[in-house]
């Protein structure tokens, strides 16, 4: 019976029943679902952080799995066993991409707000975290300098200059608003209460919009249970298939290896993923834990760890983080007491 490898490495198998005895063609094997050729065997490739990854026909079957990543080496050294492919990034996007404001009214703002229960008052938290467009609504009315989102931050984050763009075009659209103020949070969240209370349709006649305390924070992650460690109930970073439940700095590798990488990019989100991305809590809430940190109403404190978190900062009682300036990894959700 005649074995079809994967990808050209270092095996019996591999280079002598496949006919790749050292380098094959670049369109060689199968391709993945991106169309990307090789990716694993072949030749190991360079990023531009200085590591090869991928493997080469020269690697065993273990270098040559995605998570595996060899020692980084010098900007003069070369082999036989090493290439590279190129990135093609797309950096400026015609002007009728940009992010189109959503449309809001009291009743569509009542539909984005999860009740949570309570004795004490009645009050509510929104599903998501504070998504693009909204924030583009906001800014339609209140473009001030201390409302703009500061862009150019996320040169401080990433190589990638496509970045630029979060916050800008339309695919965007649905993704949580980052590198703003807490001064420019409070303002949206007076913005909405006045918007709220302009509807003659709107359910209840008088609210309170603000940022959460870190008691109703608590209260609305952990669903109604003070034991839950992280809001899906069960102390588990994955699932029973893998799956990463939260968007956060994941360690992949083996030990002697070990690095950290965003989990969303090993399920398909390297930075924030969309505000109603993975699984929500059992009171509807998605991403209280990872993705983005969340502003309480005490300047400089935040909750719930980002996508630049390690697993164990995203964990409810531990992830407070103090914060002094807008950061890619930071936005906010809102709270609508009834008043």
Not at 81 to 101: A, D, H, L, W, Y
Not at 295 to 324: H, P
Request: proline share 5%; with cysteine.
């Amino acid at each position: 019976c005649k074995v079809k490898y994967t990808g050209n490495h270092n095996s019996t198998g591999s280079t002598l029943e496949e006919g790749g005895t050292i380098i094959t063609p670049s369109y060689s094997y199968w391709p993945n679902t991106f169309s990307l050729y090789n990716m694993c065997g072949n030749v190991a490739e360079w990023t531009q952080e200085g590591y090869a990854v991928g493997g080469s026909w020269n690697d065993y079957m273990n270098e040559c799995k995605i998570d595996f990543r060899h020692p980084r080496y010098s900007d003069t050294f070369r082999s036989k066993t090493i290439g590279f492919r190129c990135v093609m990034e797309v950096v400026n996007f015609k002007s009728n991409q940009n992010i189109k404001p959503a449309e809001i009214d009291a009743k569509i703002i009542e539909k984005s707000m999860g009740l949570i229960p309570d004795s004490a008052k009645l009050w509510f938290v929104s599903f998501t975290e504070t998504p693009q467009n909204w924030y583009a609504s906001f800014l339609k009315e209140n473009n001030v300098k201390i409302n703009q989102i500061q862009h150019q931050n996320w040169l401080k984050q990433t190589p990638y200059l496509t970045m630029l763009n979060y916050g800008k075009i339309e695919v965007f659209a649905e993704y949580p608003v980052v590198n703003i103020t807490y001064d420019a949070a409070v303002n949206y969240c007076k913005w909405l209460q006045n918007k709220y209370h302009s509807d003659p349709n709107r359910k209840y006649k008088k609210v309170q919009f603000r940022l959460p305390t870190e008691e109703e924070w608590l209260q609305a992650s952990q669903a109604g249970n003070p034991a839950n460690p992280l809001p899906l109930s069960e102390d588990q970073l994955r699932n029973s298939k893998g799956c990463y439940l939260y968007n956060f700095m994941a360690q992949v590798g083996n030990p002697k290896n070990a690095f950290y990488q965003a989990a969303g990019s090993l399920d398909g989100s390297e930075y924030p993923a969309k505000v109603n991305a993975y699984f929500p809590n059992d009171y509807g809430l998605y991403n209280v834990s990872g993705n983005v940190a969340e502003m309480l109403n005490y300047q400089g404190l935040s909750k719930g760890g980002s996508w630049l978190s390690k697993g164990e900062e995203i964990y409810l009682k531990a992830s407070s983080d103090g914060y002094t300036q807008p950061r890619c990894d930071l936005g906010f959700r809102v709270v609508m007491e009834v008043l």
